[in-house]
Nanobody, 116 residues
Framework: QVQLVESGGGLVQPGGSLRLSCAASKSIFRFNVMGWYRQAPGKQRELVASITSGGSNTNYLASVKGRFTISRDIAKNTVYLQMNTLKPEDTAVYYC?????????WGQGTQVTVSS
């Protein structure tokens, strides 16, 4: 069983920054891909950013490109999402996700609120 624990969410003003962390209970090197999703009230969950096991390939939602950066620390079994220049429309619950072949795992989510 894999556990993913997110942290780092909170309330931030527009233009501010936050860094989300996702700590995995197993080595993240084994996962095919890890990513961050978000879900705003009344909206579907959407993929924000992902990174492959080798770390060489990353993908971003168009609306966050240039503002968000996904990275990982294998030694700490942790994946990060650095979020800069935050906008009110970034407000959502952010979830960490990991895929091991066809098996998907989710964290409990962390709330990010961008408001003045």
């Amino acid at each position: 069983q894999v556990q993913l624990v997110e942290s780092g969410g909170g309330l931030v003003q527009p233009g501010g920054s936050l860094r989300l962390s996702c700590a995995a209970s197993k080595s993240i090197f084994r996962f095919n891909v890890m990513g961050w999703y978000r879900q705003a009230p009344g909206k579907q969950r959407e993929l924000v950013a992902s990174i492959t096991s080798g770390g060489s390939n990353t993908n971003y939602l168009a609306s966050v490109k240039g503002r968000f950066t996904i990275s990982r620390d294998i030694a700490k079994n942790t994946v990060y999402l650095q979020m800069n220049t935050l906008k009110p429309e970034d407000t959502a619950v952010y979830y960490c996700n990991a895929w091991l072949f066809s098996e998907g795992y989710w964290g409990q989510g962390t709330q990010v609120t961008v408001s003045s």
